[in-house]
Structures are given as structure tokens and as C-alpha cells.
């Protein structure tokens, strides 16, 4: 087999095959063995038929044409594998001659993977929250363990502030019905959770003892346009008495002193702000970079092929869980339509992204060498429990390298960005990034490579899979 592949207008290239008359002579049997299973000829056995007399009796027309259906694809699979084509979508077929019998040759059209360039990507501006804790959340923390932990009510001879417990006689109708679940006599509520509808807390906010608060509120469902109706007595107003927060309450918590358990709140804060900062910054910054990918340049194809690839993800790990995908929509709520526009919403995210940041390997010459590509192969035998050269001969075969290879030179790329952002907080302050390490990991880069940057990784790990086919096969 040759074959040749020129580049067409439309992010679209020709795959012209040669295949020789011997080698497609073996699809043809093939095709015939198949035909003797269907075929019924007198002094034969089902499957037995020699080829000569299928020929001499039905012609060769119907196997041709059955090697074309079932050969074909192999061969453009293989062509697509040579020549390391970025396909992303399925090919459109042509016989240009063997039509009829002798070698066959075939050009397949298929649209692949654009190249496009982006710019402002080396000094991108990314707001992310305040990595520092401030004074007055360590203060709220501690206040919400001295409720919970001592914490006692009573009745306060005042008007009724966010935080104060309410008791109130309550009744709400809808169109002349009572609602269940809100008519009630003592009812204990806290103003400020909003656990029923915004009305209620403005209500009860500056209301004391004794007052007969009546309004009405919107209804919670947007189709009902008939407006709730509240008729409350307000017979106390509590407060929330904290225990004094000092030694002997910190004693309490198993702590040696009021001091002791502030520095924990403290750094138990700290760490839980910074991973979550850190998650922030990673997808920030990785929807920063897609954005620099016009719309307009990306092709539907693209799209497409990465819903499809995410579809497939959220199946496998459904059933993987023991979880069908009619269970998962009814667990959700959600129906087939709304998942898969979702999918295909955060595909073409996921798209620009690729797309964004193979133009900055390609702008910034972030190639990965041979070392890197070694050092990965490590890495990932480590996790699987394999050799690396295993790793290396399974992805090789299924054709996987090239996308292995970009996977890592994407999180380089992310990377390069990830150390020329400039961090900023909601007030438009400048972030230090090393406020965002951890101080037991001696300053040690955190890991910048976000989801949708396809990590080499599990490009190996699916490597590792004999049920994992070459992306042009597929097509």
C-alpha cells in the first residue's frame, strides 16, 4: 500500500491510497468467505464453496463490493496513522480506479484539526478571590464554633436583626389554600438563611415581639403567577448568647489556649483557601486562553468530536459506577437534550483551549523532546504497575504517540502562560503567586495544567486499553 496526503482549502486534506491487486486479492477472500456462509450451492456445505465457483456461478461483483466496505477503512486507517493526520471527522470516500478489478486506489476527503495564531496570551490579567484569610473570617469561624459549642438563646427585648432567631405564629396561602409546611404555631426561623423566600426576612428584619407582620411574595415557581400570602405573629425575638471565647472555651475544644486554636482555624483556612485558589487560577487562566480563540475559526467538526469524546467519558464512568444513563437522568433531573447541550457547551470550550494552546506551542517552540516524552512514559508505567517500554509499544501500535506528544507540549504551553499571568484579587490588587504554595513544598510550582488541556497522562492510560482504536479508525 503508498499513500500521499495533500492539503485542500477548509482545514480539509486529500489521503490518496494505492492498493496493490495482491493485497486487496486478500480482502477479496475474505469477502468470498463470507459470501460462502450466505450462499447456498448444491454439493456444498454452507461455508465451503470454494472461491472459483462463487466466481464462475455469481460473479465477483458482490465481494468487491463488500471488500471495498470492509478494506477501505483499514487502509485509510493506516494511511491516516503514517502520515500522523489530525483527523476530526469521518472521511468522504472515492474509487478512482479498481472499480471494477486490478489495484485499487481510493482518496479519502477528510476536514482536520485548523491552525490558528492568538495573540496577548504573554500578558494575560486574571482575577482570582484573595488567597489571604482575612482577620474577620477567622473571627466569623470562631463565632460559629461558639454557637455550636456552647452557644445558648434568649429572648431579647429589642427588634429583630439578621441572625436572631424568630418564634412566630405562621400562615401562608396560595390562592386561598393553605402551603403545606409553612402554617405553623412557635415556629423557630433565623433571619438571614433566605430558607423560604426573600420577602420573609425583610419582613421579619426590625420586627419585635408582639407585632402582626401580613404581605404577600412572589411564588418560588416562575409559572405560578399568583403571588403567596403571609399572615405572621412575631411572639419572641432571641439571641444567640456566645460563650467568652477565651483559655478555659478553648479548653473545651482540646485546645491548650485561645491562642492554639486560632492559629489552627488559621492555618486549616489558609490550606483550604489555597487549593481553592489554586483550582480558581488553573481554570481561570485556561479560560483566558480559550478566549483568545475566535469562534468564528473553529470548525463544528471540532466541536463535535469533543462532546462525542465526553459523552463516551460520561457513560464509562457511569457504568463504571454501576450507574445506566436513564438512572443518571432521573437521579439529576435532567433530560438526554439538556446533558448533551451541556457537553457540547464545555466542548467548545474545550476546543478553543486546544486549539489556543497548540498556537503558543507552535509560537514559543514548546516542543516535547524525546527526554520528556521518556520521562512521561516513566511516570505512567509507575501508576499502571508496567514498563515503560510496554507503554511506549502499545501506544505506538494503537498510533496514539502524536497525541500523547501534544497532550504534553498543551500543559507546557499552560504552564508558559501560567508563570507570566498577572494575578489579581476582586479589589484589583496584585496576587504574589507564591502566596499560593504551599509552604511544605519549598516553593515548588503547583501543577498549572487544567482539564480540558487533555493530560498525557490519561492519553496513556488509554493507551493501555487493547479496545483503544486510532481516532482516524473511528472515523
Known sequence: MNSTVEPLEGNQVKVTVEVSEAEFDADLDRAFRVLAREVRLPGFRPGKAPRKVLEKRIGSGYAREQAFQDGLPTYYALAVKEHEVDVISPPTIDITDGRDDGPVTFEAIVEVRPTVEVSGYEALTVEIPNPVVSDEEIAERIDAMRAQNGGELADADRSANEGDRVVIDITCTHEGEPVAGLTADDYVYEIGLGAVVPELDEQLTGASAGDHLE?????????????????????????????????????????????????????????????????????????AVGALVDDETLPDALIDMEADNRAQDLVMRL????????????????????????????????????????????????????????????????????????????????????AVRADLAKSKALDWVTERVTLVDDNGDTIDPASLEDPEDDGDEIDASADDSAAAGDSLEAGDSADTPDQAEEA
Do not use: C
Open 215 to 287: 404581605f404577600t411574595a412572589e411564588h418560588p415557581d416562575p409559572d405560578e403567577e399568583t403571588p403567596l400570602e403571609f399572615d405572621i405573629t412575631v411572639n419572641k425575638v432571641q439571641e444567640m448568647i456566645l460563650p467568652v471565647a477565651d483559655d478555659e472555651w478553648a479548653k473545651e475544644q482540646d485546645f491548650d489556649s485561645m491562642e492554639a486554636l486560632t492559629a489552627d482555624i488559621t492555618e486549616r483556612m489558609s490550606t483550604a483557601r489555597r487549593y481553592q485558589v489554586q483550582s480558581a487560577r488553573r481554570q481561570k487562566i485556561a479560560d
Open 319 to 402: 457504568q463504571a459506577q454501576g450507574i445506566e444513563f436513564g438512572q443518571y437522568l432521573q437521579m439529576t433531573g435532567q433530560s438526554q437534550e439538556m446533558v448533551l447541550a451541556e457537553l457540547r457547551s464545555t466542548a467548545k470550550d474545550s476546543a478553543k483551549l486546544d486549539l489556543a494552546l497548540r498556537a503558543i506551542v507552535a509560537a514559543e517552540g514548546l516542543d516535547v523532546s524525546d527526554g520528556e516524552l521518556d520521562e512521561e512514559f516513566e511516570r505512567v508505567a509507575d501508576r499502571l504497575q508496567r514498563s515503560a517500554e510496554e507503554v511506549r509499544e502499545e501506544l505506538v501500535e494503537a498510533g496514539q504517540l502524536p
